[in-house]
């Protein structure tokens, strides 16, 4: 399943963006969020050429489906290896 993930383009509090399960409130806030990477099961990307730089704890929040387990940057690159490591 393929996902969408960004970042906040501004400071803002997070309670706004999250709900009691730690789940975005919704994907109606696409225009706030940059997109940084998209998560497909063989073509995995960055879609900012600075995101990978960004801090490992820098929270990304999925825009259209599911987190399924990425919720910062590490996360992603931890991802992006184990992806590496299965498709050679």
């Known amino acids: 399943m393929s996902t969408t993930f960004g970042i ?3 400071a803002v ?3 706004i963006l999250i709900n009691e399960f730690e789940d975005i409130q919704g994907y109606g806030y696409k225009d706030f969020f940059e997109p940084v990477f998209f998560r497909t099961l ?3 990307r960055w879609l900012n ?3 990978d730089r960004l801090p490992d ?3 990304v929040f999925p825009l259209d489906n599911s987190a399924q387990g990425i919720y910062t940057i590490k ?3 931890e991802y992006l290896i184990k992806q ?3 498709n050679t």
Do not use: F, M, Q, Y
Request: proline letters at 10%; aromatic letters at 0%; a negative charge.
């Open 49 to 51: 050429p600075l995101a």
């Open 42 to 44: 063989h073509n995995s």
């Open 8 to 10: 906040p383009k501004r």
């Open 75 to 77: 996360d992603i690159k």
């Open 13 to 15: 509090d997070l309670s």
């Open 57 to 59: 704890d820098t929270l």
């Open 84 to 86: 590496n490591e299965t």
